[in-house]
């Protein structure tokens, strides 16, 4: 699932070993945006822009391929009885299992929106049709509700159990488990970064001028100001966090949201970074590197890879890295 968890703090797994060798290069036929989803015996599950979900064994051999019936930008979800979940900006959500289809829902515009996953085999996605959309194991409609404006970002769950998503212009929606609209906060511009909610209920916001942290309707600080941010913000176990900005820095910030430390990558983030277990930050950046930077802010490893990085990297149990790129490949390292 996008982010690792239904708190989309991009924590992982595992630690990954520093240096890693690379497994694979499996390529697609067209240029991968989305972030793999990593099965728990390792398998990559991964979405291109030509329209097919790919699953992808731990050694790089397909192990099935889907077809739709449109370009594919949001990362799929694997649910607990192992079906794939994808909606595309062909107006569908697709649920796959072994390379064939379950069931298919009409989302009524096209989805940038990357699905949530309940333990109970439900789904929570957003679309273009300016409403969030709830949808039962089976495929049967729980809820859709109005978010007052397009939503390409991906619904979280707060500790509250409440769904809360980043809209293109009418703030942040919070929706009960039932599809009651429980608040609205209010941001005058697009908010397409999907919300991190930290151990202590906050929530982070990536906008257009630096981080936020919001708990309850009310904004705890501001930090990284003047930083465009499309990434998602990565939170450590300590509350402090990493993002990715448009002037090509990563900003670490700490849990108050002051700035301590900025790398300087050769381009523009919009990646959201994985953070390991041992705190250390993986994050693509559209100079086509991908970036190990630990807790104090030091690069402890980079790789070139063969295009532009927009994909979200994603840890595995077993220290595995699974990133996409636009050179149409998904990269493995382990």
């Given at each position: 699932m996008f982010r690792g968890?239904?708190?989309r703090t991009g924590l992982g797994l595992s630690t990954p070993r520093i240096p890693p060798r690379l497994q694979f290069r499996f390529g697609t036929a067209g240029e991968v945006w989305a972030s793999p989803a990593l099965g728990p015996d390792s398998s990559v599950y991964a979405t291109s822009l030509d329209g097919r979900v790919y699953a992808?064994?731990?050694?790089?051999?397909?192990?099935?391929?889907?077809?739709?019936?449109?370009?594919?930008?949001?990362?799929?979800?694997?649910?607990?009885?192992g079906s794939v979940v994808v909606a595309g900006v062909d107006s569908h959500l697709y649920v796959i299992r072994e390379g064939a289809l379950l069931w298919e829902r009409d989302l009524d515009n096209c989805a940038f929106s990357s699905p949530l996953i309940m333990a109970d085999g439900?789904?929570?996605?957003?679309?273009?049709?300016h409403r969030l959309h709830a949808f039962a194991a089976d495929g049967s409609n729980l809820w859709s509700?109005?978010?007052?404006?397009?939503?390409?970002?991906?619904?979280?769950?707060?500790?509250?159990?409440?769904?809360?998503?980043?809209?293109?212009?009418?703030?942040?929606?919070?929706?009960?488990?039932?599809?009651g609209v429980v608040a609205r906060f209010r941001w005058p511009r697009p908010l397409s970064s999907t919300i991190a909610v930290r151990q202590d209920g906050s929530w982070l916001l990536g906008t257009a001028d630096g981080?936020?942290?919001?708990r309850e309707g009310r904004v705890l600080w501001?930090?990284?100001?003047?930083?465009?941010?499309?990434?998602?913000?990565?939170?450590?176990?300590?509350?402090?966090?990493?993002?990715?900005?448009?002037?090509?820095?990563?900003?670490?910030?700490?849990?108050?949201?002051?700035?301590?430390?900025?790398?300087?990558?050769?381009?523009?983030?919009?990646?959201?970074?994985?953070i390991a277990?041992?705190?250390?930050?993986?994050?693509?950046?559209?100079?086509?590197?991908?970036?190990?930077?630990?807790?104090?802010?030091?690069?402890?490893?980079?790789t070139q890879l063969g295009g532009p990085i927009h994909s979200s990297p994603a840890i595995g149990v077993d220290g595995t890295i699974a990133v996409g790129s636009r050179d149409g490949a998904i990269y493995v390292f382990r």
């Open positions: 968890n239904a708190q992808i064994s731990p050694e790089g051999r397909p192990l099935w391929i889907y077809a739709t019936r449109g370009a594919l930008w949001a990362s799929p979800a694997i649910r607990p009885d439900s789904i929570v996605v957003g679309s273009g049709s509700v109005s978010a007052g404006a397009a939503v390409d970002s991906s619904p979280s769950l707060d500790h509250a159990g409440h769904f809360v998503v980043g809209t293109r212009g009418a703030g942040v929606l919070v929706v009960t488990r039932d599809g981080v936020l942290a919001v501001h930090g990284a100001r003047g930083a465009d941010l499309v990434s998602s913000p990565g939170i450590l176990p300590d509350g402090s966090l990493v993002v990715g900005a448009k002037d090509g820095q990563v900003y670490g910030l700490d849990a108050s949201g002051s700035t301590r430390w900025q790398v300087r990558t050769g381009g523009p983030i919009t990646s959201s970074p994985a277990r041992d705190g250390t930050a993986w994050i693509g950046s559209n100079d086509g590197k991908l970036y190990a930077i630990d807790v104090d802010g030091n690069v402890v490893w980079s």
